[in-house]
T-cell receptor
Framework: SQQGEEDPQALSIQEGENATMNCSYK?????LQWYRQNSGRGLVHLIL?????REKHSGRLRVTLDTSKKSSSLLITASRAADTASYFCATRANSKLTFGKGITLSVRP | DAGVIQSPRHEVTEMGQEVTLRCKPISGHDYLFWYRQTMMRGLELLIYFNNNVPIDDSGMPEDRFSAKMPNASFSTLKIQPSEPRDSAVYFCASSFPNPNTGELFFGEGSRLTVL
């Protein structure tokens, strides 16, 4: 069963704009991770935030975590056409990593 | 390191045939995971191993599916007999010994089509 649910399901923006993607989950977690998947490829890890952290940055990525609301957001700043991909949030509880269905991001040049 | 290696990348077979998917995890990773990805159901965890021992196979759809990890550098996922509804992309992923903190490293997947 899916633990994380991403929102929106699809997002289309212009190059240079910021992209915000949201994820909600249902149960307690150890950490929350965001992954990226290019068409026809495997998933690639982007960033991890632990349950005791509220915000984390990595390059153009900013992720927040609100454990009281069981939600997370991923912000990609100054988007590029190369950011076009599917993005997944994944929640870690014990040893299992459970993925949402993903968000399709299209960045128009 | 070459990353997680999966084979075959593409497999087309007929209903009733046996399918074997293979995975070589990253050296030093003690955890290995098998996921299945479809449009309808997204990414589903099928089974995972720790130190070659299956820990949780609750995601395996039915008895037609089996997975083994005979050593630290090789795992197989077998479907026998295969059915059209098994058509999906199957991913193998591995992680460092502390899976509670670390990320998963995915292979490029095996796309299975059962006719």
């Amino acid at each position: 069963s899916q633990q994380g649910e991403e929102d929106p399901q699809a997002l289309s923006i212009q190059e240079g704009e910021n992209a915000t993607m949201n994820c909600s989950y249902k149960t307690s977690i150890n950490n929350l991770q965001w992954y990226r998947q290019n068409s026809g490829r495997g998933l690639v890890h982007l960033i991890l935030i632990r349950s005791n952290e509220r915000e984390k940055h990595s390059g153009r990525l900013r992720v927040t975590l609100d454990t009281s609301k069981k939600s997370s957001s991923l912000l990609i700043t100054a988007s590029r056409a190369a950011d076009t991909a599917s993005y997944f949030c994944a929640t870690r509880a014990n040893s299992k990593l459970t993925f949402g269905k993903g968000i399709t991001l299209s960045v128009r040049p | 390191d070459a990353g997680v290696i999966q084979s075959p990348r593409h497999e087309v077979t007929e209903m009733g045939q046996e399918v074997t998917l293979r995975c070589k995890p990253i050296s030093g990773h003690d955890y290995l995971f098998w996921y299945r990805q479809t449009m309808m159901r997204g990414l589903e965890l099928l089974i995972y191993f720790n130190n070659n021992v299956p820990i949780d196979d609750s995601g395996m759809p039915e008895d037609r599916f089996s997975a083994k990890m005979p050593n630290a550098s090789f795992s197989t996922l077998k479907i026998q007999p295969s059915e059209p509804r098994d058509s999906a992309v199957y991913f193998c992923a591995s992680s460092f010994p502390n899976p509670n903190t670390g990320e998963l490293f995915f292979g490029e997947g095996s796309r299975l089509t059962v006719l």
